[in-house]
């Protein structure tokens, strides 16, 4: 119950009920493109300016190994299980796979929302490893999906250009790059807007994803129930076996509990753009109903609070 | 010469069309149904463009039947052609 007094996750509730009730609220894209921007630079900033503060970057090694392992780990286990279990064609398996390989970094936030309520702290590094997860997970999942494909050469250069230099890693690691060099000691003048307001804007952009949720809750029913299974059960395994991997890595809870989070969490921007044009055969309804429209809010709502306690067995 | 497409298609058909020949462009957003479902706009993936080229006869059908051949099968995309009266022909 308290994990949903939190403003954060009622604006989402909200979001999806006014898409779900067919209110005319609408955030204008402006806005959207712009809280999704400060999002990004807030997020890379905060991890830069902490990551300025860890003292031995020696500690950073084994959950960087962690974090590439599992990235690239879960693409071929969740492209076995939807073509073996749930009759998936090759494409479609693989796209999903790809999206579950990579990770959200709204998601993300709300894991650190989440243990900044709660006061438990965490390692000052875990948006390098956020940044670190983004590509693997794709970039195995196009190999899965090429393997078998007919034809078509794929355009590498392109397509690197997109997954590097795309808004959301370009905007995460600048920021990083940004905190990291100024230091805690000169961040201040920047404070107020990137870390007081933060929470805020999270809600603020979490009220268009609910709406945009809401937009996908239709199409639930013809993914089928097989998918809806692997989009709230996947992630509960992921999440385990990352808090585990984090645990082994040495994390504290609040580190083992973000790393469980990033495991369990599936990308919806970068995987979902990279796919339509490597994959195009694959159908976007399946994995962007199974990544936004059944994981996110599974993950949001009800899947942190459980990571939490699964790293907390372990540690 | 009108295309109208997903969004993420947009710098390759820009490429193609530069390709071709043609000299310019123009890409506005755009929003619409079709077989494809409704294409709202609301967010990232489901925006549309509509990229509008003057060009040659023969370019514009070289870059509609490469255009077809490339993603027609699995993209949303309509293309049509028609005949244009420019008030500045050295231009095209």
Not at chain 1, 283 to 310: E, K, R
Request: net charge neutral.
């Amino acid at each position: 119950m308290e994990t949903l007094l939190n403003p954060v996750i009622l604006f989402f509730v909200l979001g999806v009920l006014a898409g779900g009730l067919r209110s005319d609220l609408r955030l204008p894209e402006a806005l959207y493109d712009t809280l999704s921007i400060y999002l990004l630079v807030a997020i890379g900033l905060k991890g830069g300016v902490e990551l300025a503060q860890t003292t031995d970057p020696g500690e950073l090694v084994l959950p960087a190994i962690a974090a590439v392992l599992i990235g690239v780990t879960i693409p071929p286990v969740a492209y076995a299980i939807l073509r073996r279990l749930g009759r998936f064609e090759r494409p479609d398996a693989a796209a999903i796979a790809a999206h579950y390989g990579s990770v959200s970094v709204v998601t993300f936030a709300v894991a650190i929302a989440y243990l900044d309520r709660l006061a438990v702290p965490y390692e000052g590094f875990v948006t390098t490893l956020l940044v670190i997860m983004e590509v693997p997970g794709i970039a195995v999942g196009i190999l899965i999906a090429r393997l078998g494909a007919r034809k078509g050469s794929l355009q590498i250069g392109p397509l690197m250009h997109e997954l590097f230099l795309g808004k959301s890693i370009f905007l995460l690691v600048g920021g990083l790059v940004v905190g990291y060099v100024v230091g805690p000691a000169r961040i201040g003048p920047v404070e107020p807007l990137f870390f007081d307001l933060f929470h805020g804007a999270l809600a603020f952009f979490l009220l268009e994803m609910g709406i945009v949720t809401a937009h996908r809750l239709g199409d639930l029913r013809r993914v089928g129930t097989f998918l809806v299974a692997f989009g709230t059960i996947m992630p509960l395994f992921l999440g385990m076996a990352g808090a585990a991997l984090g645990a082994l890595a040495g994390l504290s809870l609040g580190g083992a509990t973000i790393l469980a989070t990033l495991s369990a969490s599936a990308s919806y921007i970068a995987a979902t753009a990279a796919m339509r044009v490597t994959v195009p055969e694959a159908n976007p309804t399946l994995y962007l109903t199974a990544s936004l429209g059944i994981t996110f809010p599974f993950n949001i709502i009800i899947g942190i609070p459980i990571y939490f306690w699964m790293a907390s067995l372990f540690l | 010469m009108t295309v109208v497409t997903e969004g993420v298609l947009e710098s390759r058909i820009v490429a193609a069309v530069k390709q071709f020949g043609a000299h310019g462009y123009t890409v506005t957003d755009a929003r619409g149904e079709g077989s494809r479902g409704k294409r709202s706009a609301d967010w990232e993936h489901s925006r549309n463009i509509r990229l509008e080229t003057i060009c040659e006869d023969e370019v514009a059908r070289a870059i509609a039947q490469h255009l077809r051949e490339t993603y027609y099968e699995n993209f949303a995309m309509i293309i049509f052609l028609s005949e244009v009266e420019v008030s500045r022909p050295e231009k095209f």
